[in-house]
């Protein structure tokens, strides 16, 4: 399954099946983006990140792609599972060492057994 | 690694109570937190960036007398909210970075309900 877009904010996939979440970010400057995991009542958990001078990263059983081109990342769940159900963000830097991240809008991810 | 604790994680209180909320940096150095709030269904916003030993930095729109950051140690952040309304009901998440570098990412408490009455 695959969100299309920016304004599709649920993506739902059968287990086991691959998942991909976009994101589009806002500032063709940023220097490093951060995909974030959020469970219902908590915060968000760390997933994996990825700096400009890469366009793909690999973790486990999560790959991040990066195309400075159109300014499009996105991330993608191999066999996902229903544990991986959840909402994702996209976080970029924008304004160099300050740290301060600018959050996308978040794609719900619902995972059907 | 990188563990951040937010206390308390649930509070409900009436109108014109302040209320504070901790966040702390349990196994590292945090010279820089970030406090944000979530409304349902709604991504983050950044509220502030506290440094340690140094004055908040608020964003635009926030108002620094109604939300008291105070940054007095490398593991501890605490916000606040004072004289509470309702419409200060939110989700107060906190963050810390490990490092000064940009390039590294922010870890997360687990939020500070607040609902007021």
């Known amino acids: 399954g695959e969100s299309v877009g920016l304004h599709l904010p649920t993506l739902s996939v059968q287990e086991g099946d691959n998942s991909i979440i976009n994101c589009a970010y806002s500032n063709s400057a940023s220097d490093y983006f951060i995909w974030y995991k959020q469970e219902s009542g908590k915060g968000p958990q760390f997933i994996i990140d990825i700096r400009s001078n890469m366009d793909k990263r690999q973790g486990q059983r999560v790959t991040v792609l990066l195309n400075k081109t159109v300014k499009h990342l996105s991330l993608q769940i191999a066999a996902t599972q229903p544990g991986d159900s959840a909402v994702y963000f996209c976080a970029e830097n924008q304004y160099g060492n300050t740290g301060k991240l600018i959050f996308g809008q978040g794609t719900t991810l619902q995972v059907k057994p | 690694g990188a563990v951040v604790s937010q206390h308390p994680s649930w509070v409900i209180c009436k109108s014109g109570t302040s209320v504070k909320i901790e966040c702390r940096s349990l196994?590292?150095?945090?010279?820089?937190m970030f406090w944000y709030r979530q409304f349902p269904k709604q991504s983050l916003m950044l509220m502030a960036t506290s440094n340690e030993g140094s004055k908040a930095t608020y964003e635009q729109g926030v108002e620094k007398d109604k939300f008291l950051i105070n940054h007095a140690s490398l593991t501890l952040s605490t916000l606040t909210v004072t004289s509470a309304h309702p419409e200060d009901s939110s989700f107060y998440i906190c963050?810390?970075?490990?490092?000064?570098?940009?390039?590294?990412?922010?870890?997360f408490g687990d939020g500070t309900r607040l609902s007021i009455l």
């Open positions: 196994d590292f150095q945090a010279t820089t």
């Open positions: 963050s810390a970075r490990v490092g000064r570098v940009s390039n590294q990412p922010q870890h």
